[in-house]
């Protein structure tokens, strides 16, 4: 892991474990998206996006660390990890709990809800963490219908895959 500058030795530590996750859940054949909520250096839980696991297309990787959190009193006083940049239902999920800090893996393969974050009053850090880059090309290139889907865009359908 490096481009990590502006994270602290928890943060590089937590931003691996959401790595880990989006690991895992390449190697169940979903989305490589993973995703921890922290309170401070004491994880409450990590995820992974289960859209082709659950079947649940709701269940990206912030959202299932979040389900898995369960109920909190306050997310005042926590982070969120997540390996990719958040899309809009998530960062409006984030806006919603009040989880006042985002660390995101990496903003190359999906981003744009940064400025949408921080006018809310998040801080947002984005480590441009080459590990989560490379995960994620690998994805888009070799399942693409998969990541259109899961970003809810038409998958171009000039001519069809070889394979
Ligand atoms: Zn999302």
Redesign the pocket.
């Known amino acids: 892991m490096n481009g990590g500058d502006m994270l602290n030795k928890t943060d590089q530590k937590l931003l691996r474990m959401a790595y880990d996750e989006a690991l895992a859940g390449d190697a169940q054949g979903g989305c490589p998206i993973g995703s921890v909520l922290a309170r401070g250096d004491v994880v409450i839980a990590s995820g992974r996006n289960q859209r082709v696991q659950m079947g649940d297309p709701i269940a ?4 299932d660390a979040l389900r898995k959190a369960g109920r909190q009193k306050t997310y005042r006083d926590t982070t969120l990890y997540t390996s990719l940049s ?2 809009m ?2 960062s409006g999920t984030i806006i919603q709990f009040g989880i006042p800090r985002v660390v995101i893996g990496e903003n190359q393969n999906f981003g744009g809800n940064e400025e949408f974050l921080r006018d809310h009053g998040v801080e947002v850090v984005i480590a441009n963490d080459q590990d989560c880059i490379a995960l994620m090309q690998r994805f888009v290139r070799e399942k693409p219908e998969l990541w259109f889907e899961d970003i809810s865009q038409d998958y171009p359908t000039q001519g069809s895959p070889s394979n």
């Open positions: 990206h990787g912030e959202m958040p899309c239902m998530c």
